[in-house]
């Protein structure tokens, strides 16, 4: 299933391992960073709601 | 199509509310497209008959460049209306654009750089292109680390919105640098509206695909980070209403 990639399966390897994490990486520190925010916003404010 | 009518979006409240129902359908796509197209490329096209199997570096480092030019730009626009209008969901929406544009415009380079040290034979060169990407990608750390350095939201946006029309210039420039100047190592664009200069079509066609996933990639990504930093605006005005009162 893999295809010979001859003499620069190296490089072209290493882009695509290097690229797919970086874009990983990026995925999962948004998604987390939104559900972090999202979390502290509800908390913040339900303690405003609850102080008139 | 009334134009006036986008306006709407640029309040918080309606913004959340519709990327609420886009934001799947735009996730979807860009995962079926990044998917097809990658593994299209990857598994599914022939070698170069000069650049052997390092020709598969396209399908990333091609879209990857594209967008690193093209998200400056969306900055830009979304830059100038805040400039003009006072919009903060555009301001916003400019920071949340950035990070993505950083990582792309690494990812053009390492993918460069490691196609070139087998084509070129060295990983970089001080060659018109590479060099105003490199300073494009200064321009993001810059653009995102004065974000992060002033407190006020309103400030922080005017002063990110000059920088950001100045770093057009670097943007265009990488775009072009490869017409201005024909010294550099880097060969002419990949992709062009005359076909003849065109990469041969069992490369394109899965490029196209690629491209396609990239830039519904970054739409979903902005989308959500948006969402985001809107909200982390409404959290940092409501502490400051709580610390006042």
Do not use: C, G, R, T
């Given at each position: 299933m893999m295809p010979d990639l001859g003499k620069y399966a190296e490089a072209?390897?290493?882009?695509?391992a290097v690229s797919l994490a970086l874009l990983i990486v990026l995925v999962w520190l948004s998604l987390r960073r939104s559900a972090k925010v999202a979390k502290q916003l509800e908390d913040i404010e339900?303690?405003?709601r609850k102080n008139g | 199509m009334n134009l006036n009518a986008l306006w709407q979006y640029a309040n918080p409240k309606k913004f959340i509310q519709t990327t609420e129902k886009v934001l799947p359908l735009f996730s979807v796509l860009a995962v079926v497209c990044l998917v097809v197209g990658l593994i299209w490329g990857f598994f599914f096209t022939p070698e170069d008959y000069r650049q052997g199997s390092t020709v598969k570096i396209i399908y990333l480092h091609v879209p990857a460049a594209l967008m690193a030019i093209n998200v400056?730009?969306?900055m830009l626009v979304t830059s100038l209306?805040?400039?003009v209008r006072r919009h903060h969901v555009s301001a916003l929406a400019a920071r949340a654009a950035a990070p993505i544009g950083a990582v792309m415009t690494v990812i053009a380079l390492a993918t460069g750089a490691i196609w070139g040290q087998p084509m070129w034979g060295t990983w970089w060169a001080w060659d018109p292109r590479l060099t105003s990407f490199l300073i494009l990608f200064l321009f993001y750390l810059g653009y995102i680390a004065l974000w992060e350095a002033i407190e006020n939201d309103d400030t922080a946006a005017d002063l990110t919105s000059i920088l950001c029309l100045v770093g057009s210039v670097f943007a265009l420039l990488s775009r072009y640098a490869v017409n201005f100047w024909n010294q550099g190592l880097h060969q002419g664009a990949s992709l062009s509206l005359?076909?003849?200069?065109?990469?041969?079509?069992?490369?394109?066609?899965?490029?196209l695909v690629c491209i396609a996933g990239f830039v519904l990639f970054f739409i979903a990504l902005v989308l959500l980070r948006t969402r985001t930093e809107i909200r982390a605006r409404r959290m940092r005005a409501l502490l400051a209403r709580e610390r006042m009162g």
């Open positions: 072209v390897l290493s882009s695509y339900q303690k405003a | 400056w730009l969306m209306i805040w400039i005359d076909k003849e200069e065109n990469v041969a079509d069992v490369f394109w066609y899965p490029l």
